[in-house]
């Protein structure tokens, strides 16, 4: 499959590879209804071998995520310049926090930001992330919140966000949408998962009536137990990759 897209020549092996992977992400968000329109981002640091240099590649703006392809992704720096001759703009919003949090967190590899009917719903919650259900109990005591402050095209909100965010994975920006920061694109995206899911089950339960509690001590052994955020069994590749092999069947034209 792959060998029938050529890599650029203005690319390296390991930039190629990492828009490849950003791209096939970007298909899976439209195939599982997590697009909006021709916005929200999902970054993605660019390998690179020069100290002290922070790269990141984001969606073309103006594009829908099914048009995403691995030669269009923008590479731009932590302020949002563009890095090359890119033939597409960058939405403004991107890159506040974007940029910022590539910038001040070494290990934050993948920044994923959405706008799903759960998610915004839980967002604009009094209450928040309620750690009722399987999926919630996975994200005990790793979810921050950030309060609303407008469309995120401010610059001087980023250190504000960067604080609320703290040593959190999951940022739930309030009456806004989820951010979520991972070692790698597979780990961001099984969070990403989680708090969806999560999300979802809250809603659906929230309609039943009062929501069953679980304790502290059985939370604790949630967020243990959760084995697919676990280095030593691929902190999530697996079903990352299994989805991108879905996308492969479905239309491979991301690669190009």
């Known amino acids: 499959m792959a060998d029938a897209f050529l890599k650029p020549a203005r690319f390296s092996d390991e930039e190629w590879q990492a828009r490849v992977q950003l791209a096939a992400c970007y298909r899976i968000f439209a195939h599982l209804g997590w ?26 703006f103006g594009l829908h995520y099914t048009e995403v392809t691995a030669s269009n992704l923008v590479k731009v720096d932590a302020d ?11 939405n403004p919003a991107g890159i506040t926090f974007h940029g910022g949090i590539h910038a001040a967190l070494p290990d934050a590899h993948c920044v994923m930001h959405v706008h799903t009917t759960p998610t915004m719903a839980v967002c604009c919650s009094e209450e928040g992330l309620s750690y009722t259900n399987f999926y919630a109990a996975q994200l005990w005591n790793q979810v921050a919140y950030h309060d609303f402050e407008g ?8 250190d504000r966000i960067l604080a609320s965010a703290g040593d959190k994975r999951v940022l739930l920006l309030r009456n806004h949408g989820p951010v979520v920061i991972g070692q790698s694109l597979a780990h961001a995206f099984n969070l990403m998962w989680l708090v969806q899911r999560a999300c979802e089950i809250q809603l659906a339960s ?3 009536g009062a929501l069953r509690q679980i304790s502290v001590p059985v939370l ?9 955020f676990n280095p030593k069994f691929g902190a999530g590749e697996d079903s990352f990759a299994a989805l991108q092999r879905l996308i492969d069947r479905i239309d491979p034209g991301y690669r190009a």
């Open 35 to 60: 697009e909006e329109l021709i916005y929200n981002h999902i970054s993605l640091r660019v390998p690179t071998e020069k100290p002290g240099e922070c790269h990141f590649l984001i969606n073309p």
């Open 151 to 158: 469309i995120t095209v401010h610059p001087e909100e980023r």
């Open 80 to 90: 949002g310049n563009i890095i090359g001759n890119d033939d597409w703009p960058i």
């Open 220 to 228: 604790e052994s949630c967020v243990r137990d959760s084995l697919n």
């Open 206 to 208: 929230s309609a039943l």
